[in-house]
Structures are given as structure tokens and as C-alpha cells.
């Protein structure tokens, strides 16, 4: 005889699976947790004699995993919609950065913004990502460019996740531009590598690191030592790979094994088959792609041809994806990229977890992972990427806790 804790029955489970039925579906189902995890799930006939603590009849709603945001930049100050109005007016993305606008307008702002202002503004923008179903989140760093601001904007980006019983991956993104008190971009790297990420690492305020590789940021050749040294830490990679141009940045990401590349629109046939071989899962970015106007799509067909895993985020940042709906970038990558539904949830569970290298813990209905669960009031899981504006989220659990 087995105990629980609690027992969800009257469901349908999505797991996400991989090679099990479509969305892993489950009819007249039941779920078990005890102790903060997964403890049995299947069809509720079959639910094992126990001593159950507490049981919940969800009337025929439907669970999933909880879902999960593997690209954020939530921690920020102001807003650039000003530069919304101007690319609308026919500036393009590079004009406004080499202009002094983009990036480097909300590190102004960042850097003179309190850790209190800092943590206001972004558990707004946390809690529109929770009321739909998001339980983990990946938080960067990148909008203060030296010690002092990238280490609050990473206390803060921690201080969100236990306030609001969540789970939170601090990523440094110190690499995202150049700051003006430094005139060479070598030298910049050399200050991160040398003075920055010693120090967040002994306060333990990176769970991994990420470059922008672009022509207006870092070249591959430049980015390098800084993923060498992280490397020296054992601190997991990611990078910002082929959003505007080819910068071999894929390839980049598979030469040291990174977790995930992101973006990739221009990815190569080279830098496809080098992911593929380094297992890095491509995270789709749609939110950034519709607000620049872009017209050039991920090499999807060959991501899928190679079997490589494909996440995707909602990029929730200021100036190119001021998107605060996971939810809304399924939607996207269905509409604007020809994802299926199933890939669309399978990117926001499962892939999402492996991008964030969490997928032992979470990212499907397994026994064993966190009870992170997620339950709809849906006809089908393919509503999910459906619907616009409609939030059919019942309630969302969080270590087998509803939060």
C-alpha cells in the first residue's frame, strides 16, 4: 500500500513523453504526489491502494507539466516604445543600436535603477508569465555591463523566484554589448572573464552564461575566451546565435557543447549539423521576429530532419519581444513558423527543460520529477497554441503546492 499526499482524479494527463502516444495522452486519469513529487500516474482504475492525505476531482479538466520560459530578460528598467514607434516609422533594429538607442538605452536606465524598482517592475511582468502556467523561468542578466548592476539585476532575478514560489535560472549576459567606458570589445571580454564572472560565481548568481553573436554585438572570434573561461567554471553555455545575420554563431554553440542556441534564423547547413551533433537544443524566439518585421524563418524543416530538439521562449525584454505570454509565442511559432501544436507544448515543456538543463526534474508527467503541474480547463492540449487572449488556466502547482 503506497501514501500520498494528493490525488488528482476525474483528468486527462498530457506527460509530453517523447515517442509515446500523441502529447503522451492519458484518458479517465489520476495523479498521485507525495512529498513534492510525481509518485504514480495513469488511468484511474488503476490507481494503487493507499492512505491518500487529501484528493481533488478535476471534473474532466486536463493536466500538463507547468509550463517553462528557457529565455527571458525580465529584469529591466523603463521601456524602449519610443524605438517601437520608430522602426514602425522605417529605422531598423541596427540603425537605432548604432545610433545610441536599443540595448544601451535600458542599461542607462538599469544601471540607476534600485534593486526595489528593479524587483517591482519585474514581478509584473513574472506574474502575467505565472497566470499562464509558467512554473520555471530563465532570468538573463545583460542590462548593466559592469559588477555592481549585473550582480543586483541577478539578485533580484533570484529574489522574484522565491517570492513567488517559482523556480528561477540565473543566466549571465554580460556579453550583450559593449559599454561606453570601454572603446575595444577584447578588452570587454577580458574585464568579464577576469573581474565579472569570478565574482558571480562565488556568490553563486549563474546557473549558466550567454553572448549576443551578431554584428552589432560579438563576433564568434570574440565571444570565445569568454565561453573558455566559463568552461574553466564548468558553468553551462548558451548563446544568442543568427538572428540578423550568420555570424556562425550555431556553430559556435555546438564547438563547446552549449545547451541551447537561440534565435536562428540564419543559421547555415553547417551550423545545423554541428547542433545536431553537440545535441543543443535551438530555442525559437517568434515574439522577436514579429516586432522587427522579420521575414527570414528558422531553418525549421532541417532542425527537424537532424532531430534536434526545439524549445521555444517568450524573450520578454524591452526592445525587440516586449512579449509577457508564453502562451502567445506558442501561438506565434504555429502561425509564423508552421510548428504543430504538439511541438509547440512539447517547446514550452519538455524542450524548454532540456534547453535550461532540467529535464531529470521536469518538463513532463514522469514518477520521480517535481510535481510542477499545470491543469486547464481545454477540450484538447492543442488549444493551447490556439487560442489568443483566452487564459484557460484552472490553477497551477508548484512542488505538488498550489501557488
Not at 40 to 64: A, H, M, V
Not at 223 to 251: M, T, V, Y
Amino acid at each position: 500500500m503506497s501514501d500520498f499526499d494528493l490525488v488528482f482524479t476525474n483528468t486527462k494527463i498530457a506527460t509530453m513523453q517523447p515517442n509515446k502516444t500523441p502529447y503522451g495522452i492519458i484518458e479517465n486519469a489520476a495523479l498521485a504526489v507525495t512529498n513534492g513529487k510525481i509518485a504514480w500516474f495513469g488511468p484511474e482504475k488503476e490507481l494503487p491502494s493507499s492512505t491518500i492525505k487529501e484528493k481533488r476531482s478535476l471534473n474532466g479538466e486536463w493536466i500538463t507539466p507547468a509550463l517553462i520560459d528557457c529565455h527571458t530578460h525580465l529584469v529591466f528598467s523603463g521601456n524602449r516604445a519610443t524605438e517601437f514607434e520608430e522602426r514602425l516609422q522605417g529605422k531598423s533594429y541596427e540603425e537605432i543600436a548604432l545610433g545610441g538607442g536599443g540595448i544601451m538605452s535600458t542599461v542607462n536606465a538599469t544601471r540607476n535603477a534600485s534593486f526595489s524598482s528593479l524587483l517591482t517592475a519585474s514581478e509584473k511582468r513574472l506574474q502575467s508569465l505565472k497566470n499562464e502556467g509558467v512554473a520555471t523561468i530563465e532570468i538573463k542578466s545583460g542590462y548593466g555591463l559592469d559588477l555592481e548592476t549585473e550582480i543586483r539585476m541577478l539578485e533580484v532575478a533570484r529574489a522574484i523566484g522565491k517570492k513567488n514560489n517559482i523556480s528561477v535560472t540565473l543566466t549571465f549576459l554580460g556579453a550583450h554589448t559593449i559599454p561606453p567606458e570601454f572603446s575595444e570589445k577584447g578588452k570587454y571580454i577580458k574585464f568579464l572573464c577576469d573581474k565579472v564572472l569570478p565574482v558571480l560565481y562565488d556568490l553563486k548568481l549563474v546557473d549558466a552564461i550567454d553572448a549576443y553573436c551578431e554584428k552589432i554585438a560579438f563576433s564568434a572570434a570574440e565571444i570565445e575566451p569568454l565561453f573558455e573561461h566559463a568552461n574553466l567554471l564548468e558553468i553551462p553555455i548558451k548563446i544568442h546565435a543568427d538572428q540578423l545575420s550568420d555570424c556562425r554563431g550555431a556553430e559556435l554553440a555546438a564547438q563547446f557543447g552549449a545547451l541551447s542556441a537561440d534565435h536562428l534564423e540564419y543559421t547555415n547547413t553547417a551550423g545545423i549539423k554541428a547542433l545536431a551533433e553537440a545535441g543543443t537544443v535551438a530555442v525559437l524566439l517568434p515574439g522577436a521576429f514579429l516586432t522587427l518585421g522579420e521575414q527570414k524563418k528558422p531553418p525549421i524543416e532541417q532542425f527537424r530532419s537532424h532531430n534536434i530538439p526545439i524549445a521555444i521562449g517568450s524573450d520578454c525584454n524591452p526592445g525587440t519581444s516586449p512579449l509577457c505570454s508564453l502562451r502567445y509565442a506558442m501561438n506565434l511559432a504555429s502561425t509564423l513558423f508552421q510548428l504543430t501544436p504538439e511541438e509547440c507544448l512539447s517547446g514550452v515543456t519538455r524542450e524548454a527543460a532540456r534547453a535550461l538543463n532540467m529535464i531529470e526534474t521536469r518538463g513532463t508527467i514522469e514518477v520521480g520529477k517535481q510535481a510542477d503541474i499545470a491543469v486547464w480547463d481545454i477540450g484538447h492540449p492543442n488549444e493551447l497554441s490556439y487560442w489568443l487572449g483566452l487564459n484557460q488556466l484552472s490553477s497551477l502547482y508548484v512542488k505538488g503546492q498550489e501557488v
